[in-house]
């Protein structure tokens, strides 16, 4: 299965904005799906935007506009623009990819998005 490697995470004020970036191990054209979830301590992870086969895009009811998930193909890079960051987007954001329906999807470690004043 493809790796993937997040970073871009860091401490920023409320209001603020992060840009993060998965790598994949390889180029990856079209892949299943590929897309950022979160986990904050004690909650569940959940979607924060993905980019389904077809080439749609979903976000999670909480982004309502502010964050935008794109790719540089020839990169090998995802990225998640996030804007107007609140304190409630803490979380630990994951980057996972399905090359094809058949797989199990890879995660990569992580990186921790903290937002506090």
């Known amino acids: 299965q493809v790796q993937v490697v997040e970073s871009g995470g860091g401490l920023v004020q409320p209001g603020g904005s992060l840009r993060l970036s998965c790598v994949t191990s390889?180029?990856?054209?079209?892949?299943?799906?590929m897309g950022w979830y979160r986990q904050a301590p004690g909650k569940q992870r959940e979607l924060v935007a993905g980019?389904?086969?077809?080439?749609?895009?979903k976000y999670g009811d909480f982004v309502a506009g502010r964050f935008t998930i794109s790719r540089d193909v020839a990169k090998n890079t995802m990225y998640l623009e996030m804007n107007d960051l609140k304190p409630e987007d803490t979380a630990i954001y994951y980057c996972?990819?399905?090359?094809?329906?058949?797989?199990?999807?890879?995660w990569g470690q992580g990186t921790q998005v903290t937002v506090s004043s």
């Open positions: 996972n990819v399905r090359e094809t329906v058949r797989d199990a999807g890879s």
């Open positions: 390889r180029r990856v054209f079209m892949p299943y799906t």
């Open positions: 980019i389904i086969s077809g080439g749609h895009t």
